[in-house]
């Protein structure tokens, strides 16, 4: 990831609460977030579906990282990491 740059977490793609914890989408090869969400899950949905989208080796430029509520950043996944954790699906009521 290039530079930790703050997300905007008013901007569109923001899910999370100011000053809470949350995990960023990022888009390795061009550097931007591709949104900020308050749970795992919600992350790898939205991984989960650009991946489905793009096929498998668009997981190679993204990456997930996760900013504690002190503002420490923690790298989550990326590449063959990240398709292992999104080729888990959620069991929701529905599935």
Do not use: C
Not at 53 to 75: C, K, Q, S, T, V
């Amino acid at each position: 990831m290039r530079g930790q740059r703050q997300p905007d977490l008013g901007g569109p793609a923001a899910t999370v609460r100011a000053n809470s914890p949350y995990y960023s989408l990022w888009d390795i090869d061009g550097g931007n977030s591709l949104g900020t969400y308050e749970t795992k899950e919600e992350v790898l949905d939205v991984a989960r579906a650009l991946i489905e989208a793009n096929g498998p080796g668009f997981a190679d430029l993204l990456d997930i990282a996760r900013e504690d509520a002190e503002g420490y950043w923690e790298h989550v996944a990326t590449g063959e990491a990240l398709r292992a954790l999104t080729g888990k699906r959620r069991l929701t009521g529905s599935d």
